[in-house]
């Protein structure tokens, strides 16, 4: 079935620095979605993406719906101690074809 | 966006009994789905729970193992049948607003002994 390669698979970084991380397929998809997860709870939905070259802000967070479909990237800026969990990634590929497929996820750590 | 209670949130059960996870959701839906968290892994799809018909199951997952129930639009039941130490995972109920958005309940941690 269908993948979504996600990097890095962990970030080790100081507050206050950006962070990138991104996720890419072989295959099309036509949503793209963000999430993060803490110990303990459910994966909570950061960003969703629509459109082919979509770019989307949520505070801090910036996301962006790759040119070609195949890809989308999650920028966190000025990053904070509450930052801290697993990212994913998720994407649906056809419309009236909702189920998800999900990225590997990016741990994130923030050094103080 | 829809706020699902998921419970039990975390459970320790005996190899081969059951458990049943329920999931309840504020407002009706029409797309509610099943995954599985594997301890240190991305989510996998059980199953999409049908409203009033047999739930649809991925590649991997049956339905002796894996009963679902779906009496209406706010309201379904994942059982994990027959536990093995491998069923050991995070269970977690989710369901698709308009927007193809999903969105997930806290989650069941089950461990098996």
Known sequence: ?112 | SAVISQKPSRDICQRGTSLTIQCQVDSQVTMMFWYRQQPGQSLTLIATANQGSEATYESGFVIDKFPISRPNLTFSTLTVSNLSPEDSSIYLCSVLDSREKLFFGSGTQLSVL
């Open chain 1, 1 to 112: 079935g269908q993948q979504l390669n996600q990097s890095p698979q962990s970030m080790f970084i100081q507050e206050g620095e950006d962070v990138s991380m991104n996720c890419t397929s072989s295959s099309i998809f036509n949503t793209w979605l963000w999430y993060k997860q803490e110990p303990g709870e459910g994966p909570v939905l950061l960003i969703a993406l629509y459109k082919a070259g979509e770019l989307t802000s949520n505070g801090r967070l910036t996301a962006q719906f790759g040119i070609t479909r195949k890809d989308s990237f999650l920028n966190i800026s000025a990053s904070i101690p509450s930052d801290v969990g697993i990212y994913f990634c998720a994407a649906i590929q056809d419309f009236g074809n909702e189920k998800l497929t999900f990225g590997t996820g990016t741990r994130l750590t923030i050094i103080p």
